[in-house]
């Protein structure tokens, strides 16, 4: 199997990519936190990095924003090389990392106007940035108390408009939502994907397919410091069998004959109707819109009165289960074939870069 | 090579990297950060009792309660002038140790890997730590001087003084970066509180900090001897009030801060720098 091009993109004439990582390894002493990942951002988008803890994702940020050195393989952010570039690489880049990384003791404004002189902006510059991005992210009203009383949301809020001050040309947001509730992440995918609007180049590391879906254009999935799928967000939804949709018979007692019934249909993508008896419901995995229709047309036709509907997208775990045939939680034994998941990477790698 | 050809590069075929931080940044950065850790007190007042009340805590214990033993009951007086020149050299050692911990907490947080993905430069962190530390060591110092005084503190060289209190901070300077390594190397703050102890707790008591080595063990005689903190603490007595060369005990409280010094601050600044 040949690669398409071991080295970065780099031809002098077009743009290079806004990201472009090879062959990148890190070992922390025995284990290897990654093991050969290869990853393109274009400019201008948002690449997410699936993956559940453990599987390399913090490694590869912190690897990309120079706050660690490769053991092996090459990355460059914004044309600059992560080893040999690191003081130019700095300016262009904003890192928010999987913990809030603000200074709690000091005032949201305190620590956006640190950061404007940490980047050489004039005291009047860093004051008029920090008030410009206290604004914009609805902290002004907050802006004089210390961070530590900040809500979660006001917090990662702000850990955000830090790494805005030096408006970076790329962007690494390291599980921006992880710990968050409902509501608060929403709030935050909302303020994403305005930064997105502006033009940044964003890469996002995830542990939720739902956030990876609203926010990112093109997905990397990574376990155990490899790359096991890689493309756009519905081709690989595509390939984890899209969403599930969820049945509540108004009759308990029709569970099994809906489960049937579905079966018998045909309609649906791949795999059987389940019926989880706990909460009364009949799941199916449906690839789209006109599946959902028919399933609902074909069972009122049975006469089945449907008293609730829903659609899931697939947990992280369904996805792993269907691109590598275990669990994301799942440890491996010392006998797990490998194989399979990292051709399928390549194969998957090359379509993308094509 | 012409400054021409340079310029016509293309940005994109460049591989090279910024300088380093100039010297004019480098003290932007620098004060940018000491503001912070000036923000921290203000916000948390808290974090300066050790600083207002060990020194005074210290002083009465010691005069009061071993004064008397030590000097002979009634001679508080003398050993008030006996003491506070060695807890000056105690203080920096004291003040030292949080440096370690409050480092190690700061690491726990995010915010160090936020300074480290900027464009400053790295010492630039512990440098503004340094700073504010041997500001704190200096306010230390005045109240310990103070409670001195109000004890029957007598200074009959002024200028001594004020060398004595310029090497007590250059020697707890030194210290400082000691800790700094251990802030950023080990796990948890208590686990620096708990090796600094075990270090400091023999060094301090077995040096001429507290009472003449005269009376104690022969081997315990040879240890004081090369402690440098009884070297600094004898620098400090002789600076304030005469009555015995200084110039050894300068001298080696000197060279042992720039050895300390010159060993470890590269290894705290790498250490930092490479911190997983």
Redesign the interface.
């Known amino acids: 199997m040949t690669r398409i091009d071991n080295e970065p993109r780099h031809d002098g004439h077009g743009r290079p990519d806004a990201v472009s990582v090879r062959g990148l390894v890190k070992h922390y002493g025995e284990t290897k936190a990654l093991d050969g990942v290869d990853l393109d951002v274009r400019e201008g988008t948002v690449r997410g990095v699936l993956g559940p803890n453990g599987a390399g994702k913090t490694t590869l940020v912190r690897i990309m924003s120079t706050l660690l050195v490769p053991d092996s393989g090459h990355a460059t952010v914004a044309g600059f090389d992560v080893v040999r570039q690191p003081r130019r690489l700095r300016r262009v880049i904003g890192l928010t990392g999987q913990y809030a990384s603000v200074d709690e003791k000091l005032s949201g404004r305190e620590n956006l106007y640190l950061i404007g002189r940490l980047l050489d902006l004039t005291r009047k510059d860093a004051r008029t940035r920090a008030d410009e991005l206290l604004e914009r992210f609805s902290l002004t009203e907050a802006s004089k108390r210390p961070a530590s009383t900040y809500s979660g949301g006001m917090r990662r809020r702000l850990d955000l408009a830090a790494s805005m001050i030096g408006s970076p040309t790329v962007l690494f947001l390291d599980e921006p939502t992880t710990g968050l509730d409902p509501r608060t992440r929403k709030e935050v995918w909302g303020e994403v994907k305005r930064m997105v609007g502006d033009g940044v180049t964003v890469l996002l590391t995830t542990q939720y397919m739902e956030e990876a879906e609203q926010l990112a254009n093109e997905l990397t999935v990574i376990d155990r410091g490899r790359v096991i799928a890689n493309g756009g967000i519905d081709e690989l939804k595509a390939k984890v069998g899209g969403r599930t949709l969820r049945i509540r018979p108004a009759d308990p007692l029709e569970l099994r004959p809906t489960a049937a019934a579905l079966d018998e249909f045909g309609l649906t993508g791949p795999g059987n109707a389940t019926v989880d008896i706990a909460t009364g419901t009949v799941l199916v995995p449906i690839l789209s819109d006109e599946q959902l229709t028919a399933v609902v047309g074909a069972l009122t036709a049975r006469g089945i009165t449907l008293a609730g509907l829903s659609t899931e997208l697939p947990s992280l775990d369904e996805v792993f289960l269907s691109l590598t045939g275990h669990r994301a939680s799942e440890p491996t034994g010392p006998g797990d074939p490998r194989d399979t998941p990292a051709d399928r990477s390549h194969e998957s790698y090359e379509e993308a870069a094509v | 090579m012409s400054a021409a050809t340079v310029i016509d590069k293309?940005?994109?075929?460049d591989?090279?990297?910024?300088?380093?931080?100039g010297p004019r940044?480098h003290l932007?950065?620098i004060s940018?950060?000491i503001?912070?850790n000036v923000?921290?007190i203000r916000?948390?007042p808290e974090s300066m009792f050790d600083v207002i009340l060990m020194p005074i805590v210290f002083t009465l214990l010691f005069v009061f309660v071993f004064g008397g033993a030590i000097a002979g009951k009634g001679n508080q007086d003398e050993y008030v002038n006996y003491v506070v020149p060695g807890l000056m050299a105690m203080m920096g050692m004291n003040i030292a140790m949080g440096v370690g911990t409050g480092f190690n907490q700061d690491f726990q947080?995010?915010?160090m890997?936020?300074?480290?993905?900027?464009?400053?430069s790295r010492a630039s962190v512990l440098i503004a730590k340094i700073m504010v530390e041997i500001g704190r060591l200096l306010l230390a110092t005045a109240i310990l001087l103070g409670v001195g005084f109000l004890l029957g503190l007598s200074v009959s060289n002024v200028p001594g003084l004020f060398a004595a209190i310029g090497l007590a901070l250059v020697f707890g300077s030194s210290i400082m970066w000691i800790f700094l390594t251990m802030g950023v190397v080990m796990k948890n703050a208590q686990a620096i509180q708990g090796m600094g102890f075990l270090v400091l707790m023999p060094l301090q008591f077995g040096s001429s900090i507290f009472s003449p080595p005269s009376t104690m063990p022969g081997w315990l005689q040879t240890f004081t001897d090369y402690n440098p903190l009884s070297s600094l603490a004898d620098a400090a007595r002789g600076l304030m009030n005469g009555g015995q060369p200084v110039a050894h005990d300068v001298m080696i409280t000197l060279l042992w801060s720039l050895v300390i010094t010159v060993v470890m601050a590269p290894v705290a600044i790498h250490k930092y720098r490479?911190k997983?």
């Open positions: 293309p940005a994109a075929l591989t090279g990297d910024d300088p380093h931080v940044a932007r950065h940018a950060l503001r912070r923000l921290w916000q948390d947080t995010g915010v890997d936020r300074f480290r993905s900027l464009p400053i490479t997983t």
